[in-house]
């Protein structure tokens, strides 16, 4: 079982560009997440998808776009790269928003914004 | 507004001693409390759910506790593959239904 498979596994960009984080799963779950990573941080959301088709503004969206057409897949998009974008993203997924079931994350893409 | 604090931030073992790891949170009712263990380079990887008060879960050295403010995650004589960070997250009954982090416990077992 791949679970939830994120691509690339690393990036490095420079200030002003933009590009796409994939994330897939393979598990039939409804919702998917976005997180970012940063030392002494922890975990925090960008954006959600209660369900395909549906998308929705997380604790640090700004700089951000998101995009869920397909059941199993969402995308995370920058538009004009900063630096202070530079971290570590982790896609998740879940059987849906409301269940108490856990979450499933996939490795991370590690991405530098030089 | 939902808060999980963990504590400590980190903790150096020797093997073979155990020790416990806390979370405490505050939410107006809990709909499930979570573990997960996060290696470096990796993604949290689920390990427990705790439901309501009283419960408990064990899953070979480690042993989860859910009180109505916090949790433990006890680790019974640790070996140095047990190395990693430990995540606790809690979710709210109502509101989005999104999990709330903690910022993890870093925890190196040395031989």
């Known amino acids: 079982n791949a679970g939830v498979t994120q691509t690339p596994k690393f990036q490095v960009l420079k200030t002003g560009q933009s590009m796409t984080l994939q994330c897939a799963q393979d598990?039939?779950?409804?919702?998917m997440y976005w997180y970012r990573q940063d030392p002494g941080m922890g975990l925090r959301l960008i954006y959600y998808?209660?369900?395909?088709?549906?998308?929705d503004k997380g604790e640090v969206p700004d700089g951000y776009n998101v995009s869920r057409l397909k059941k199993q897949n969402f995308l995370l998009g920058l538009e004009s790269a900063a630096p202070s974008q530079t971290s570590v993203y982790f896609c998740a997924s879940s059987w849906s928003l409301s269940s108490n079931q856990p979450q499933h994350f996939g490795d991370g893409t590690r991405l530098s914004i030089l | 507004e939902d808060q999980v604090t963990q504590s400590p931030e980190a903790l150096r073992l020797q093997e073979g001693e155990s020790s416990s790891l806390n979370c405490s949170y505050t939410v107006s009712g809990l709909r499930g409390l979570f573990w997960y263990r996060q290696d470096p380079g990796k993604g949290p990887e689920f390990l427990f759910t705790?439901?309501?008060a009283g419960e408990e879960k064990e899953k070979e050295r480690l042993k989860a506790t859910l009180t109505k403010k916090e949790s433990f995650l006890h680790i019974t004589a640790p070996k140095p593959e047990d190395s990693a960070t430990y995540l606790c997250a809690v979710q709210a009954d109502g509101g989005s239904y999104i999990p709330t982090f903690g910022r993890g416990t870093s925890l190196i077992v040395h031989p």
């Open positions: 998808s209660a369900s395909e088709g549906t998308t």
């Open positions: 598990m039939n779950h409804n919702s």
């Open positions: 705790l439901y309501s």
